[in-house]
């Protein structure tokens, strides 16, 4: 029996982890849940789950899930108390799909004890992703990746040699707006911007998707997670969303992964590596997928892909500043602050204004993180 330690279990990440587990109840239990606020859904997952704790990130609601629930586990308040489960709490897997930098300190405490990181939350990588490598090694701790893409690749480079790979192929759908010009960013809705044509996913990742930006977060996972330089990592526009993501060897063959886009099959393969377990989702119906195509993406027109690329050749913080901006930039969108087409100019101001580190220490990134932040916020438009 493993236990899964779920940060982030009302998201869309931690719903499908807690319906993988609902199907392997003989393999896994909830060791904890963490949320930010929505403790309704929380409270029916204390109820089926029963975890031995959860911790709600807001205080309030924390203590209003104590009175409705706190006979049933332990309820914690505060993002340090997620610190702290991560670091002194029994568990065997940490599934880290909290969205963005917040991600990154629970993981590292998980890593420190040498545990199995099911990793949805990119921006650990990104942000810090030679340290983080670093420490995986030294703790013998393991990163199976849950993001669609890295899950392919990972299932594609098994039983074979990293030099014998010439290059990974990250497939990206477009977003809502790939067959739209650029000039549409200027007046595109944030309506239009949520409505993904292939995956149902939280609102950061979506408008991620529309920019493009989650992709370039992608290409910097990429990098660490399988220790390739950029040049050999491209992103090739799949608009079915099937095949997940390819690796292309020195003789020219090429390997994919393919099925349908349902986050439940990655999450499953990270719960159960390097098992395989038989399960009833829906299967991919390869006649019926009458159009597969594939083209090379318009780095003008997705200026977030294009700056994301840049920070990889530039290392140091620029990978953090990037982060941070994007964090802030897409949430002003989602506030209706800032227009569609202003998201990747703030980006581009931040990486201009905050100073680069390079071969920065975990305290420099925090900080580099909270100036960014700082700065976008206060940079009007
Ligand atoms: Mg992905």
Redesign the pocket.
């Known amino acids: 029996m493993k236990k899964v330690f779920i940060l982030g279990s009302t998201g869309s990440i931690g719903v499908n982890t807690l319906n993988v587990i609902r199907n392997f109840s003989d393999r896994f239990k909830v060791a904890g849940l963490t949320v930010n606020s929505r403790i309704d859904l929380l409270e029916q997952q204390i109820k089926e789950f029963k975890p031995e704790f959860v911790v709600v990130t807001d205080k309030s609601k924390a203590k209003e899930l104590k009175s409705n629930a706190g006979n049933i586990c332990e309820v914690l308040s505060g993002y340090d108390q997620i610190l702290n489960a991560a670091a002194e709490r029994d568990y065997d897997i940490l599934l880290g799909s909290i969205v963005g930098f917040s991600g990154l300190a629970p993981t590292l405490e998980a890593i420190k004890r040498g545990k199995r990181i099911a990793l949805a939350n990119k921006e650990t990588l990104v942000v810090a992703g030679e340290i983080v490598t670093k420490l995986v090694l030294a703790n013998s701790a393991q990163i199976i990746p849950v ?4 899950s392919a690749i990972y299932q594609c480079l098994i039983g074979e040699n990293l030099n014998e790979v010439e290059k990974l192929i990250l497939t990206a759908s477009g977003g809502p707006f790939l067959n739209k010009d650029k000039s549409f960013f200027e007046t595109a809705t944030l309506d239009e911007a949520l409505n993904h044509p292939n995956w149902k996913m939280g609102n950061k990742i979506t408008i991620d998707s529309a920019t493009m930006m ?1 992709k370039g977060l ?1 290409v910097i996972e990429a990098k660490w997670l399988f220790g390739l330089p950029v040049e050999r990592i491209s992103v090739v526009i799949h608009p079915q969303s099937i095949i997940h993501s390819m690796v292309q060897f020195v003789d020219g063959s090429i390997k994919a992964q393919l099925g349908l886009p349902d986050m439940k099959l990655p999450i499953q393969y990270a719960l159960t590596f390097p098992e395989r377990l038989k399960n009833d989702f829906k299967r991919t119906d390869l006649p019926a997928i009458n159009n597969f195509t594939f083209f090379e993406p318009d780095f003008d027109k997705f200026e977030c892909l294009k700056l994301a690329y840049n920070v990889i050749k530039t290392g140091g913080t620029t990978p953090c500043i990037l982060n941070a901006a994007n964090e802030i930039a897409v949430d002003k969108f989602l506030k209706g602050m800032i227009k569609f087409s202003q998201i990747p100019c703030l980006i581009d101001k931040a990486l201009n204004y905050i100073e680069n580190h390079s071969e920065p220490d975990i305290e420099t990134i925090f900080e580099c993180d909270r100036a960014t932040r700082e700065f976008v916020l206060s940079t009007s438009y």
């Open positions: 993001d669609s893409e890295h989650n992608e």
